[in-house]
């Protein structure tokens, strides 16, 4: 069981940056594909950013694109979500998500590709 832990939600004016942290139990972020979804107040989960576990392949939500950067530490077993110019409506529950190991590639991560989902971090980005 792959636990994954959400870190930097918070409180940030429009236009302002936040980064995210998604750290991992084990030695996983190498062999799987790693992702960010966000689910707002009254809608479904969506995509936001994926990395591949091979090649490090990277793709995006086109509300984000240009914004966020998704990146990963193998040593730190980690994942990052580096989020610029915010927008209210970038306001969310924001969750690390995992793929099974080496899977097959795909274009992005999908909710029904991920296997482990963390507990989610808030953030708020106020006008």
């Known amino acids: 069981q792959v636990q994954l832990v959400e870190s930097g939600g918070g409180l940030v004016q429009a236009g302002g940056s936040l980064r995210l942290s998604c750290a991992a139990s084990?030695?996983?972020?190498?062999?799987?594909?790693m992702g960010w979804f966000r689910q707002a107040p009254g809608t479904e989960r969506e995509f936001v950013a994926h990395i591949g576990w091979s090649g490090g392949n990277t793709a995006y939500a086109d509300s984000v694109k240009g914004r966020f950067t998704i990146s990963r530490d193998n040593a730190k077993n980690s994942v990052y979500l580096q989020m610029t110019s915010l927008k209210p409506e970038d306001t969310a529950v924001y969750y690390c998500?995992?793929?099974?190991?080496?899977?097959?590639?795909?274009?992005?991560?999908?909710?029904?590709?991920?296997?482990?989902w963390g507990k989610g971090t808030l953030v708020t980005v106020s006008s």
């Open positions: 084990e030695r996983t972020v190498s062999t799987r594909d």
């Open positions: 998500a995992a793929s099974q190991r080496y899977m097959t590639y795909v274009p992005h991560l999908g909710a029904g590709d991920v296997i482990y």
